[in-house]
Nanobody, 126 residues
Framework: QVQLVESGGGLVQAGDSLRLSCAAS????????MGWFRQTPGKEREIVVA????????YYAGSVKGRFTISRDSAKNTVYLQMNSLRPEDTAVYFC???????????????????WGQGTQVTVSS
């Protein structure tokens, strides 16, 4: 059992920045990967970025590459998402996720994550 607590969402203007935080607790000894996903009404949940915990390998969605950056504090089992140059199309509910059973082929796939945070709303106005 892993618990995820998210924070940092809000309402900003296009071009602004936000930093999301996600702290994991509970059964984190076997944590394989953590990531950020987002979802808007009527659309599938999509990857934003994922990080393999042991190796630090990352996978970024093409739409955010160069603008968003994932980072971590391993001692605190906390992952961050720094979002710069935000655009209205970035508006979504952002979810933090943790993967216990994973691999190099699955750490970027939403349906392979076992634990999810409650989600935090990010709204970018034009």
């Amino acid at each position: 059992q892993v618990q995820l607590v998210e924070s940092g969402g809000g309402l900003v203007q296009a071009g602004d920045s936000l930093r999301l935080s996600c702290a994991a607790s509970g059964g984190t000894a076997s944590l394989y990967a953590m990531g950020w996903f987002r979802q808007t009404p009527g659309k599938e949940r999509e990857i934003v970025v994922a990080m393999n915990w042991s190796g630090g390998n990352t996978y970024y969605a093409g739409s955010v590459k160069g603008r968003f950056t994932i980072s971590r504090d391993s001692a605190k089992n906390t992952v961050y998402l720094q979002m710069n140059s935000l655009r209205p199309e970035d508006t979504a509910v952002y979810f933090c996720a943790a993967q216990i059973f994973g691999s190099r082929r699955t750490y970027f796939a939403a349906n392979e994550y076992q634990y999810w945070g409650q989600g935090t709303q990010v709204t970018v106005s034009s």
